[in-house]
């Protein structure tokens, strides 16, 4: 499952490189028109490498694997494939951030962020439930929580600041730009 997984998010992350352009001219003007562009970019591929190096962690910790666990990571890649239009049509519309194109990516991350708290769940009942080491690792998992509630926040808020709403998703990026260190404490008790 995790050469899949790595196959789709090489994927997402490809498309969304073949998004980027060259700048119109050689100076650092030129270049710093695009930096919305840029600035956006950072933010997705941050977004894709934080949920790759947590799926990694996560399944570090798990035994088995159910048709349930496949559906929800299913899904879970589904939403991480939609990073690339929602990004694409973030750079693209005018002005930049757009109300309504901003509220799409945070859509995505909204929908990625449950898909995700979905395969976390998914992953626990197949190894235990309560007493599997992946759900003793993620204890009450405030921060997924807060995650969820900080984009819901920042995607409602979008019609009216979509500079806020940007903020606000680059905040929860920042949350979680250190890998979950609670799985690997628990890998090293194991």
């Known amino acids: 499952m995790e050469a899949f997984t790595d196959g789709v998010i090489a994927v997402v992350i490809t498309v969304m490189v073949l998004e980027l352009h060259v ?27 934080i949920y790759w190096t947590n799926h990694h962690h996560l399944f570090q910790l798990v035994r088995r694997v159910d048709g349930s666990v496949l559906w929800a990571n ?17 750079n693209k519309a ?6 309504v194109p901003t509220v799409c990516y945070g859509i995505t991350l909204l929908l990625t962020a449950l898909s995700w708290g979905l395969l976390e769940r998914r992953l626990i009942a197949a190894n235990g439930g309560e007493q599997s080491e992946l759900r003793k690792a993620l204890g009450a998992d405030r921060k997924t929580r807060l995650s969820i509630a ?23 990026a920042a949350m979680w ?3 979950d260190r609670r799985i690997e404490q628990r890998l090293g008790g194991i």
């Open 74 to 90: 299913l899904f879970f890649l589904f939403c991480l494939s939609l990073f690339p239009f929602s990004t694409a049509w973030l």
């Open 23 to 49: 700048p119109s001219a050689a100076t650092w003007t030129a270049l710093l028109e695009d930096g919305t562009v840029f600035l956006s970019y950072i933010l997705s591929f941050i977004y894709v490498g």
């Open 94 to 99: 005018q002005p930049a951030p757009a109300a």
């Open 150 to 172: 900080i984009h819901l926040a920042a995607t409602s808020l979008a019609l009216r600041s979509p500079v806020a709403s940007c903020v606000l998703y680059a905040v929860v």
């Open 177 to 179: 730009f250190i890998p």
